[in-house]
Each structure stands twice: as C-alpha cells, then as structure tokens.
Nanobody
C-alpha cells in the first residue's frame, strides 16, 4: 500500500534552516507529482510546494518563494523540502502529499517549530 513517511522536522531559531524528507513506497514514485503542505495551529492546511514527476517544474506558495526549495530523487523514492531563512510564521506540521488522480494520500507529518 502507499506509504509516505516524513522526517527532518525540529526546533530551529529564526533565520535557520531545515531539510525535510518524505520517503515514498507502494507506488511508482517517478510517475507522479509530489506536494508539500503545512498546517499551523488554528489554520487550514495549505500548499507549500509542488514538483512534477521528473523534477523539471516546481511551484511555490508566495509566502515561501525564494526561501524554500523542493526537489526529488527518484532513485531513492524521496522528495525533499529545503527550508532556509525560517521565520516564526513557518511553524507548522509539514505533510507530504500524493494525488494519483483518484485518491489522495498523506504522510503522518513532521513538526517544524521556529522559535528563539
């Protein structure tokens, strides 16, 4: 079955960096676009970044453009989110998401807390 397992979250000071990873299994990873979402306390889940199956096209929420970079390694079935210049407003649970065109799959999420 499809599994998405995120890791790499933690506590970081403002201005710091983190790299999140999402390891996928149970489907043909290289055939699908992948997404990173986040959900802050009391807020709706929002799209952070998207990457096409081959990795050639990416898209970002305005709030993270220029600071976050999504990438993927299809040989490792892994999608990454490099987060630089982190701000308190980036504090959230970050989720990896797959949409097959029929079904949506989510990982369990990884907590990112930006605080001094």
């Amino acid at each position: 079955q499809v599994q998405l397992v995120e890791s790499g979250g933690g506590l970081v000071q403002p201005g710091g960096s983190l790299r999140l990873s999402c390891v996928a299994s149970g489907f043909s990873f290289s055939s699908y676009g992948m997404n990173w979402y986040r959900q802050a306390p009391g807020k709706e889940r929002e799209l952070v970044a998207f990457i096409t199956p081959g990795g050639g096209v990416t898209n970002y929420a305005d709030s993270v453009k220029g600071r976050f970079t999504i990438s993927r390694d299809n040989a490792k079935n892994t999608v990454y989110l490099q987060m630089n210049s982190l701000e308190a407003e980036d504090t959230a649970v970050y989720y990896c998401k797959l949409w097959t065109g029929r079904t949506t799959y989510w990982g369990q999420g990884t907590q990112v807390t930006v605080s001094s």
